[in-house]
């Protein structure tokens, strides 16, 4: 185990190294990853991520799907599936990261990525031309964090979300 926390304390290393261009991010990461088995999950969640942030969206779709289809730890998974559902949604996929982005949303309310999802649910609901209910699931997620006001931006929040249904 601690070969894989030295490895993923590098690759957060190259990840936290804000001097470094996208290519050669892609380029680092791909070093660390082929110190893992080519199937490795984590080293392809990696690897998409490279080429996600550095706009190479097609080739981090196909190593999203093939580190989900692996399988991946819950946290990791939860990123990729955010992750991949944002690429896809960059790439005209809008259904498709809608129906993931929306189970990932509804799967955990309570969990440590629930706002993540929601931030990346509401945008796909944006491009799919569904801005107020973009609003309400984004002001739901909001809500909890304000100093005062939590439940008045909670009730109007739903009270968009009703509206709609």
Not at 72 to 100: F, P, V, Y
Not at 130 to 154: C, D, F, G, I, K
């Amino acid at each position: 185990m601690r070969h894989l926390d030295d490895w993923q304390d590098r690759v957060d290393a190259v990840w936290a190294n804000d001097t470094l261009v996208p290519d050669d991010v892609i380029a680092r990461i791909d070093a660390l990853a082929a110190e893992l088995p080519d199937d490795d999950p984590v080293a392809l969640f990696e690897r998409a991520g490279a080429r996600d942030s550095a706009g190479v969206e097609d080739e981090a779709e196909v190593l999203y799907r093939r580190a989900l289809a692996i399988g991946l730890d819950d946290e990791r998974r939860t990123r990729a599936t955010i992750q991949l559902a944002s690429t896809i949604r960059n790439l005209g996929k809008t259904d498709e990261a809608l129906g993931m982005l929306r189970a990932e949303y509804e799967r955990e309310p309570r969990g440590p990525l629930h706002d993540a999802a929601a931030a990346f649910y509401a945008l796909a609901l944006v491009s799919n031309g569904e801005a107020e209910r973009a609003a309400s699931v984004a002001l739901q997620a909001l809500a909890p964090h304000l100093p005062r006001y939590t439940r008045s931006v909670t009730g109007y929040a739903r009270e968009i979300a009703d509206h709609l249904d």
